[in-house]
């Protein structure tokens, strides 16, 4: 294992070993924290906060599994830990759910992929967060509504809901580009 040297010395609180790994995995981490996180700033609360975390627990780090997903999981529950006690959920009903799930983004070829993660992150936060819970890292509706401590449906909803916003401002997005370009 690449980082067995390094963990065992932060396990004994050994302070060089631990600016070690912070060198090493914070930018890895910081990229996860950035699509969590509304700005720049948040993001280095969350990969700060991160931090203190894996320090405190990884004596609890057995040597199974990669070392950085589970850093990336510890990132990401501390990040969502910041929203939990925000009440940002919008529930739906059926009738809405099915109507916002046609909603698909068109294909954005012509958009630079800078300009889409920012747009990702000027998405509302409940939207910001499934979204880039689903898509970019992955996870099922269910493993978002349970870390969420949301339902499935208010997943999906957020899901789709963020997919129309995304829609919307590549359209804008394009229409100023071309405008733009003549």
Not at 22 to 51: M, V
Request: hydrophobic share 35%.
């Amino acid at each position: 294992m690449v980082y067995k040297r390094i963990i065992t010395l932060c396990q004994k609180n050994d302070r060089k070993a631990q600016k070690e790994l912070y060198q090493t995995i914070s930018p890895k981490l910081y990229g996860s924290c950035l699509r969590y996180a509304p700005n720049e700033a948040e993001a280095q609360d969350i990969l700060q906060d991160t931090f203190i975390i894996i320090f405190k627990k990884i004596d609890q780090f057995k040597f199974k599994g990669s070392f950085e997903g589970w850093c990336k999981r510890i990132a990401v529950n501390t990040a969502l830990q910041r929203y939990r006690g925000v009440k940002v959920y919008d529930l739906v009903n059926e009738d809405q759910l099915e109507d916002l799930e046609a909603v698909e983004v068109e294909e954005s070829d012509d958009v630079p992929l800078k300009k889409l993660l920012s747009m990702v992150q000027e998405l509302p936060e409940r939207y910001r967060l499934v979204f880039t819970m689903y898509v970019i890292d992955g996870y099922s509706h269910n493993e978002i509504a349970e870390m969420m401590k949301i339902t499935t449906g208010t997943s999906k909803s957020n899901l789709a809901r963020a997919r129309k916003h995304l829609q919307l401002m590549v359209k804008t997005w394009r229409e100023s580009h071309n405008s733009n370009a003549s």
